[in-house]
């Protein structure tokens, strides 16, 4: 098993910039990739980010591109979300996640407790 925590949520304006952070515990040693997806209210949960857990390759929606960054600290377990140029449609709670598996858009394993992101206009 894997346990993951999110951190860095809160409440900002359109423009602004905000850090996610996720700690991961347990099996560590088990994930193959690591990311970040989003769930605004009335709509489904969407795939925002994922990062390669060893080569560290990243990969991002359309709508992030460019104005997003994902990292992690092997050595610490941990995982980010650097986000710039925060928009208004970006309001939605985060979701932490991991897989096992050699996927990075879906069949996530693991997930932490979401933390809510709001960006006013």
């Known amino acids: 098993q894997v346990q993951l925590v999110e951190s860095g949520g809160g409440l900002v304006q359109a423009g602004d910039s905000l850090r996610l952070s996720c700690a991961a515990s347990?099996?560590?040693?088990?994930?193959?990739?690591m990311g970040w997806f989003r769930q605004a209210p009335g709509n489904e949960r969407e795939f925002v980010a994922a990062?390669?857990?060893?080569?560290?390759?990243?990969y991002y929606s359309d709508s992030v591109k460019g104005r997003f960054t994902i990292s992690r600290d092997n050595a610490k377990n941990m995982m980010s979300l650097q986000m710039n140029s925060l928009k208004p449609e970006d309001t939605a709670v985060y979701y932490c996640?991991?897989?096992?598996?050699?996927?990075?858009?879906?069949?996530?394993?693991?997930w932490g407790q979401g933390t809510q992101v709001t960006v006013s206009s």
């Open positions: 996640a991991a897989t096992r598996r050699p996927y990075y858009t879906r069949a996530y394993d693991y």
């Open positions: 347990g099996r560590t040693a088990s994930i193959y990739a």
């Open positions: 990062i390669s857990w060893s080569s560290g390759s990243t």
